[in-house]
């Protein structure tokens, strides 16, 4: 029976529970805890800046990918033996901070949650060269999905536990609890199968330059290194004021918590299979593209949630955005094997996926002062304009990094509608309104924005196109109205269109001008 299980994908869903549960232990319960303890949103979010060292991995992957444990090496093989001693020493420091109290020793917490973003970023590296490894027995996608599943049932199936015992107020049992756990986890990797690993002969600084050298000669590197460094930015930022958020508008109630937790589990088998079903029927670099959409969209639902906080709407956003960051993992991890040479799995891995958590992680930590200055709803609505670069590339992907005058265009275009769509919806003060008369500044948006679209996508038809922009015109008007922020003002809708129709009267006679031409 054991025998059996060791030849399938099974132990990856236990490796994604312990992958998780670093994350999720330093995730939303720390942040209330530390709420709960009195710890302000700005020391929130310069406290969670020390995850930047999970992204910093790839500095100490080399050791990882080549120094051989004694004793463990001979048990387990070079990538086992690193998961199974970081699994160990997880479980130590998760005791450890069960012990510690924010409001008199926050310095300390600090340092465990630093020691635990290092020991969790040492299994990490050997988890991800391990699973890249490990597709000699499966495919890329399919250990990608199970792996994604195994993370999202650590984190929801374990949190759903987890808010039950903070119900009581007892963080001690939380952090002990997590502990235990992480102490059951190392059974798994003793039980797995053993992989082919690539046994190296240069030196450490020799073949940490080689894999950077070897990435480096990929075509089109640096376009592909800065998508995969703002492919999750939003979310990463966003991440620390969910919690505060929640804490802010009463949401914070552990039954609340407990309930998103069973949920969320459900929404990650939905997001993992539609990933993998559009990975395998559309293809890795359309399913990015579609990924990339899902974040800014999901990111943007929370200013809904500020405005509405009922438990319905609370429910159903983060079922909404667990679907998003299901779909994103899965799609994301089988791009970045895709990237990877065997022979420096574990280097390459480790800097690709340093370099999604980096820029993010870097400016999380001004998500309190963001928050503090313009409040939860517009801060919501800023994470959606700092996805806009994200889609544009992940655009740009699907037609392999080519930069046309076609193609640029579209780019224009996309860009384009977030703005308009997203800053209708931000909340300004009176004063912050521009002297000129805002339906002036509607016409010529639109107007805009159809002359680009309609140049863009000559190969369209025009009346779907037309459609899509003068029912994106009164949408904006209706959530507008909906939200009770802003107006609905059937002006603004007017003015909208007749931006739309100007575009569209002018593109018309263009091409009509240039058939007499020709």
């Not at 990797?189 to 450490?204: A, H």
């Not at 919806?425 to 805009?448: G, T």
Request: with cysteine.
């Amino acid at each position: 029976m054991i025998e059996k299980l060791r030849k399938t994908q099974f132990n990856f869903i236990f490796f994604g529970i312990s992958a998780a549960m670093p994350s999720f232990a330093l995730g939303i319960p720390f942040g209330l805890w530390l709420l709960s303890a009195g710890v302000t949103k700005q020391t929130l979010g310069l406290v969670t800046v020390s995850s930047i060292i999970v992204a910093l991995n790839f500095l100490w992957s080399p050791f990882v990918n080549k120094i051989k444990l004694p004793i463990l090496y001979q048990l387990f093989g070079l990538r086992r033996s690193w998961i199974f001693i970081s699994q160990i020493l997880l479980g130590f420091l998760l005791l450890i901070l069960s012990i510690l109290d924010p409001q008199s020793d926050l310095i300390y917490v600090v340092l465990v949650a630093c020691l635990i973003y290092f020991f969790s970023s040492v299994q990490d590296i050997a988890l991800d060269a391990y699973r890249v490894e490990y597709d000699k027995f499966f495919q890329a996608e399919n250990l990608a999905t199970v792996y994604q599943i195994g993370y999202k049932v650590g984190a929801f199936l374990i949190g759903a536990q987890v808010y039950g015992i903070i119900g009581a107020d007892n963080w001690q049992a939380v952090y002990v609890y997590l502990a235990i756990l992480m102490f059951c986890l190392p059974l798994v990797t003793v039980l797995s199968l053993r992989v082919d690993e690539v046994d190296l002969k240069e030196s450490t600084s020799k073949h940490f330059l080689s894999a950077f050298r070897d990435l480096l000669q990929k075509n089109d590197i640096y376009i592909l290194l800065l998508l995969v460094g703002l492919y999750k930015i939003s979310d990463i930022v966003l991440g620390p004021m969910a919690a505060a958020l929640y804490n802010d508008v009463g949401l914070n109630d552990p039954a609340y918590l407990e309930q998103k937790s069973y949920y969320n589990f459900l929404a990650t088998f939905i997001g993992s299979g539609i990933a993998l079903w559009s990975i395998k029927s559309l293809k890795i670099h359309v399913t990015m593209f579609t990924g990339a959409l899902l974040v800014v969209t999901t990111n943007m639902l929370f200013s809904y949630l500020f405005i509405f906080p009922t438990f319905f709407n609370f429910i159903f956003i983060n079922f909404l955005d667990t679907i998003a960051q299901a779909f994103t993992a899965v799609c994301f991890i089988t791009f970045l094997v895709d990237q990877v040479n065997r022979r420096y799995t574990a280097i390459q891995y480790a800097f690709l996926a340093s370099l999604v958590i980096i820029p993010g992680t870097l400016l999380k930590g001004t998500s309190g002062f963001i928050t503090e200055s313009v409040g939860f709803y517009n801060f919501f609505l800023v994470m959606g304009l700092m996805g806009i670069p994200s889609v544009c590339l992940s655009y740009l992907l699907t037609k392999k990094f080519s930069f046309n005058f076609q193609n640029n265009l579209r780019i224009l275009a996309i860009a384009s509608a977030m703005l308009i769509f997203i800053l209708s919806l931000i909340q300004v003060e009176p004063s912050e309104i521009p002297l000129v008369n805002d339906k002036v500044l509607h016409f010529l948006a639109y107007f805009c924005l159809a002359s680009l679209i309609l140049k863009a996508s000559e190969n369209t038809k025009v009346s779907y196109l037309l459609l899509i922009m003068l029912s994106m015109g009164i949408l904006i008007e209706i959530i507008q109205g909906n939200l009770g922020l802003r107006y609905f003002e059937y002006m603004d809708i007017i003015a909208n269109s007749l931006g739309i129709l100007a575009g569209f009267l002018i593109y018309i006679m263009r091409n009509k001008t240039l058939k007499k031409i020709s």
